[in-house]
Each structure stands twice: as structure tokens, then as C-alpha cells.
T-cell receptor, first 112, second 110 residues
């Protein structure tokens, strides 16, 4: 079993839809959870950064972590065509200064 | 990407030749990383550095070496390039705000 599993999609939704992106993981030591957005031919950019379990909201984006189920989610409300990108989950057990383990990414297309 | 410059942006090289990719940062971050990104595999860590002359191996380090003689520069060397090393290579740095990635180097080994 891979340490981090992420459905690669692709996922196609109409503009304005609520999008749910998910990752599962096997290492119970992971405590730091991140979501990155990667536009085509660009480097990943940090979108959300959460520690341990709970929710974090930033504008149209909400990150959820359920450590008991080893499951993390990213919700995008009122999705826009500009949200079309690949979304990568990432996690670590040591505050981010050590190596991150990434999911393979989910490619999202938001259609106008 | 602010503060991180990767060079070259694109390179085509022949099998068996040595190749060096450069990552330059202006943020004075202690931690630096080299990742490769391939379809079906996502981002995988090659090597990382936690200070000048302090480096360690990542998940896919075979065939790669790194050097860090200055805080701002982290070099990745393919000693003898193979077709399996055709990939997009990303450099990243870390600080309290999280990871920042460069724009990537697209390497093709023919």
C-alpha cells in the first residue's frame, strides 16, 4: 500500500459547483497536511496548510483532516474556471522541515 | 516563483552524458529539496539539504548526486544520464510558511 493515495481523476465540473478532493494515508505519524495547486507547466504552490485534525477555511477553500480515518479533504466552493489545475495533497510527520510525501495529484477542470 | 530560480528551464541531452541542474534561492532558507515529477508517480524526493554541505538521500536517489557549497545554491547532478531520468525536476525550499517550489526544469534524455 502506498503511503498516500489520491484519486488521479480527471475531474470535470461546471462553474459554480462544489468540488471535493480527497486523499487517504497509511502512516499514523503524519501530523502536517498540505494541499498544493499546480497549473500546467508550473511548480506547485501551497494552497492550505493544516496541523493535526480539524478544519481550516480560506475563502472558497476548506481543508479537513480526519486523523482517526487517515483521510483528508479539500473542498472548493463556487468553483471557477481559474481553479482548473492539478491538486496535490502532501503530508509529513515533522513540521514540514523534513521531506514531504505527496499524492499523485487530481486533475480538475472547471467548465464555464 | 518568487525567490527560486531553476536553470536551465529545458534541456535535451544524450544518454551517458553528465548533466547538472541548478537551483538558486534568494530567501536564505536553510532547507532545500530536489523532486522529480512523472506521470503516474507524482512528486518524488531525490535529495535534500538541511544546510551548507549537509545533504541526505530521498526516495529515488540512485543515479543522482547533489552539492550545496552556499546557502543559496543547490546543484543536482546526473552522473551518466539515462532515458529513465527523463522527467520534470523541481527544486523547493522550506520555511515556517511551508514549501516554495521553483518553476521546474524539463529534462529529456535521448
Amino acid at each position: 500500500q502506498k503511503e498516500v493515495e489520491q484519486d488521479p481523476g480527471p475531474l470535470s465540473v461546471p462553474e459554480g459547483a462544489i468540488v471535493s478532493l480527497n486523499c487517504t494515508y497509511s502512516n499514523s505519524a503524519f501530523q502536517y497536511f498540505m494541499w498544493y495547486r499546480q497549473y500546467s507547466r508550473k511548480g506547485p504552490e501551497l494552497l492550505m496548510y493544516t496541523y493535526s485534525s480539524g478544519n481550516k477555511e480560506d475563502g472558497r477553500f476548506t481543508a479537513q483532516v480526519d486523523k482517526s480515518s487517515k483521510y483528508i479533504s479539500l473542498f472548493i466552493r463556487d468553483s471557477q474556471p481559474s481553479d482548473s489545475a492539478t491538486y496535490l495533497c502532501a503530508m509529513s510527520d515533522k513540521g514540514g522541515s523534513e521531506k514531504l510525501v505527496f499524492g499523485k495529484g487530481t486533475k480538475l477542470t472547471v467548465n464555464p | 516563483d518568487a525567490g527560486i530560480t531553476q536553470s536551465p528551464r529545458h534541456k535535451v541531452t544524450e544518454t551517458g552524458t553528465p548533466v547538472t541542474l541548478r537551483c538558486h534561492q534568494t530567501e536564505n532558507h536553510r532547507y532545500m529539496y530536489w523532486y522529480r515529477q512523472d506521470p503516474g508517480h507524482g512528486l518524488r524526493l531525490i535529495h535534500y539539504s538541511y544546510g551548507v554541505k549537509d545533504t541526505d538521500k530521498g526516495e529515488v536517489s540512485d543515479g543522482y548526486s547533489v552539492s550545496r557549497s552556499k546557502t543559496e545554491d543547490f546543484l543536482l547532478t546526473l552522473e551518466s544520464a539515462t532515458s529513465s531520468q527523463t522527467s520534470v525536476y523541481f527544486c523547493a525550499t522550506y520555511d515556517a510558511g511551508g514549501y516554495t517550489f521553483g518553476s521546474g526544469t524539463r529534462l529529456t534524455v535521448v
